[in-house]
């Protein structure tokens, strides 16, 4: 299959190496990889702030650089859903309704394309720890995304997974959400990372580096050893 690889902004700026991942175990399953250097951003930042026709503006390069893909598979929940759910909503009337229903038809979150598109679970992968899973806000209720990752990591030799209380809570970081409320944002993030550390993990593991990063932030500065990790990191054998 010919796979085209969405790299949401933060992932290619702060975190690249889930990217680099990403491409190894969708080559080693026998794929052709690229990914398009002109798609940057999904346009979300401005959907969420009530932006729509600034958001159409790099939605629209999206739709066009995207529009012969075979398939689209991105590594964050969120960006998905701004793919997947929201642009033909964004669209929805416009004379780019029918390319936005079509991307939307072929575009992935990593996880659930492995598991149910590409019926893969076990890629060999060995990571000698114990870990806990966050649900992103968007991958949970946009894409419905709550087994796939699950069935992933229990194929991952020497790792146990240990569920939090509070997996499917927000963690408060909501892109302009943090921004705009910080103190709210904190809280929220300081009740997952608790949640998180109570189960004695040495990992928190998502599939959005967004809400990675935002918890990482939190970790840090109440200096627990709890680190966190995207799925791929973990899946990919090396």
């Known amino acids: 299959m010919n796979i085209t690889l969405f790299i949401p902004c933060f992932v290619d700026t702060c975190f ?3 990217g680099r991942h990403m491409v190894r175990i969708l080559e080693r399953l026998g794929h052709r990889v690229t990914c398009p250097e002109a798609v940057a951003c999904c346009g979300q930042p401005a959907f969420n ?21 075979e398939a689209v598979v991105i590594a964050s929940g969120s960006c998905g859903a701004m793919l997947k759910v929201f642009y033909p909503q964004l669209y929805e009337g416009r004379p780019e309704a029918d390319a936005a229903r079509a991307l939307s038809e072929r575009t992935w979150e990593f ?11 076990d890629l060999g992968a060995r990571f000698p720890a114990k870990v806990t899973f966050h649900d992103g806000c968007h991958g949970l209720r946009e894409l419905g995304i709550k087994s796939a990752p699950r069935k992933l990591l229990e194929k991952v030799r020497d790792l146990e997974l240990v569920e939090m209380t509070d997996a499917e809570t927000c963690c408060g970081f909501g892109g302009t959400f943090a921004a705009k409320f910080p103190m709210i944002s904190t809280a ?19 599939n959005d580096s967004s809400c990675l990063m935002h918890l ?23």
């Not at 702030?49 to 893909?69: C, F, M, N, P």
């Not at 996880?111 to 679970?121: A, E, H, I, M, P």
């Not at 929220?188 to 004695?200: F, L």
Request: hydrophobic fraction near 40%.
């Open 16 to 18: 690249p190496e889930v």
């Open 188 to 206: 929220m993030g300081e009740v997952k990372c608790a949640s998180a550390a109570d189960t004695g993990a040495e990992y928190m593991v998502s």
């Open 111 to 121: 996880s659930d394309f492995l598991v149910n598109r590409l019926g893969v679970t």
């Open 49 to 69: 702030s009530g932006y729509w026709d600034e958001a159409r503006q790099v939605a629209g390069k999206t739709l066009h650089h995207l529009r012969d893909a």
């Open 216 to 238: 990482q932030g939190l970790l840090s500065r109440q200096s627990k050893p709890l680190k966190t990790i995207h799925l791929a990191q973990i899946l990919d054998p090396q």
